[in-house]
């Protein structure tokens, strides 16, 4: 018995030998494989750039701790470590940092506008008045479909972004072919115009209306208009070197051109119109020989009309240098160009009368007024001029002094029709017409007048007339280099409204008859005015309620728009805001306060308060407050202070007008 109980004895013991020591041979071998599992996982995330975590082993489980410093990089993390062990032994005990404040997006917009619509593609901030804008888009479209891809986001709008998207939605309205990029910094502007005047007025105006704190890019292109007869006319005698008209086809041909004028002694800066119609790719060869030969000359004029070249020496040439520099350019000349000369003979006294050569002059003033006088051949013939100045210049501008003589030249009744033409091209000057030449001298504000002037002579005359033009461009004559900048507009009113108000019938938006005299000349003022970005502002007493004060003063700058519109002002860059109660620049407690709050204001649309920008406060009811306290009218319920205009800021200064 005893035996067997040793024999069981020992068989437990080594049991629980065998137990004690796999016990400590697996937490061994634990402890190895968490070392390793921790070891291998922190070494592979401080690699992957996660150094901000910390590695815990758990037996099995590798615990991941620290500060992630985003969402992204914290599932980052768990990956990594999920490559080296398995997954499901990974477990994530770390957090995520406070997320910073993130930056707004750019905001910016596409607008694309051509013949068959508009589209709009971009994103905005929410607080833009979406309806409004959408709105003076439609208006702007003339009718045409709008594509609208904007989306919006909840972030606050840049101080300027007000600005570039009214001046941009303003563009928008005067460019019918165009496409606009709008950031809060910057307008682009590439667009295409129908001419090169429509281009010049198109630039004027927009230089002219954008806010000074946006950079604005303007590129607009014009068609080269087509010009027919192709003219060409180079001159050198007493006065000097010169071009009466410069036409090429391409740049290149303008810079040979004027390049071999300034060979011939031109000085100066010298521009060549660049126009369609080029009779041929030759056009640029016979110019510059054509030049050459009137520096051989001397002194001469070459007039080069489509493929016919007129060479005319001077009076006094010497036969054979003429001879000999007719026929080499007539030997030079591409093969499609005709070449005529001519060498003027001096006339001897039996060749006139005593009385000298015929003579016509008419000359225009610079008020418009045009006196004719001179020779005409019957008394048809001076019907006929009569009609034709008026037809140019207005029955009450023509005064005549012409009178009927035999004998004149054949050419004569065509020469003085061309002179009265030409002279009409001018805003003042005199064209003198005799039997070998047409002289036009003056003033105009057309800075090409001077070709436009020398292709129409050629073109009546033939290309080898001889004729003289001197027209010096002034720029104050240019109706567009002389139009008012918004400032001067601005003044203009302030000046024109000095000591007086526009009065309304109580409490309502009807402009009393009394100060109809006003709203003219507030229109006069306005007149040339083409585009300014100016506000309408009115304002109320504080009498009555605010809704339909907001309401009424709404009412009454919209009044004084149309009433301005009726005097054909062109009110494209207006608009007409109520501002009701706000703003007083007087005590409400008194009548005289009262009244003088109760007033129309004219003021620049800007983003930034325009020092000195003026006002013209011209707003009153007569006698009667603006909105009594009984009145019973329904207010508007969308009358805001940007109601006209939501896109644009009012300056903050304004200087009311007593």
Known sequence: MRIRLSAILIRVAAFLVAGILCAFGARATVAIVEDLSVSFVQASLIENDHSWTSVIGDGLQVIIEGEA???????????????IVDASRVIDNMSVADSAIITAPSFAIEMLRNDSGISLIGLIPSETDQDALASRINEASDGAPVSNFLEAADYPAPDTWRAALNFAVRALGQLPRSKISVTADR??????????????????????????????????????????????????????????SCTADTEQSATAIVA?????????????TLALGVPSKTWTDAVVLSIKAVKDLGEGTVT????????????????????????DLDNALPDLFALTSSLPVSLTVADTDAAGPPRFTATLSPEGKAQLRGKVGDEMMAGIVENFAVAEFGADDVTMGTNVVQGLPMSWSMR???????????????????????????????????????????AKLGSDATFDVQVTYVEALDPIAALPTPEECVAAVMAATAGRKILFDPGSASITA?????????????????????????????????????????????AVLSALRARRV????????????????????????????????????????AEAAGTAATDAAAAAGDAPADTTAEAAADATDAAADPLAEPTDETAPQD
Do not use: W
């Open 304 to 327: 080069i009309s489509d493929a016919d070249v007129s060479l005319v020496a001077v009076e006094g040439t010497d036969q054979a240098l003429f001879d000999q520099v007719v026929g």
């Open 416 to 458: 003085v029709l061309a002179g009265i033409e030409a002279l009409a091209l001018l805003d003042n000057g005199m064209v003198v017409v005799l039997p070998d030449t047409v002289t036009l001298q003056g003033n105009t504000g057309n800075a090409n007048a001077s070709a436009e002037i020398s292709r129409l002579l050629i």
């Open 69 to 83: 410093p985003s969402e992204a990089a914290r599932f980052r993390a768990i990956s990594v470590a999920g490559g």
């Open 514 to 558: 009394d100060t109809q005299a006003v709203v003219d000349d507030i229109a006069e003022a306005l007149r040339d005015c083409v585009d300014a970005p100016i506000e309408i502002a009115g304002y109320t007493d504080s009498q009555g309620r605010e809704e339909m004060n907001l309401s009424l003063s709404k009412d009454r700058a919209e």
């Open 187 to 244: 307008v682009t502007i590439n667009a295409i115009s129908d001419s090169i005047e429509q281009k010049r007025s198109l630039e004027t105006s927009l230089t002219r209306a954008a806010p000074d704190e946006i950079h604005v890019a303007l590129t607009i292109t014009a068609p080269r208009p087509v010009i027919s007869p192709y003219v060409t006319r180079f001159v050198i005698d007493a006065e000097g070197v010169r071009f009466d």
């Open 260 to 272: 071999a004028a300034v060979e011939a002694g031109l000085e100066g800066k010298t521009d060549c």
């Open 570 to 609: 062109p009110t494209g860059g207006f608009t007409a805001t109520g501002y009701g109660e706000a703003d007083p620049i007087a005590d409400n407690a008194t009548e005289e306060g009262r009244e003088a709050n109760r007033r129309i204001e004219f003021r620049l649309l800007t983003a930034e308060p």
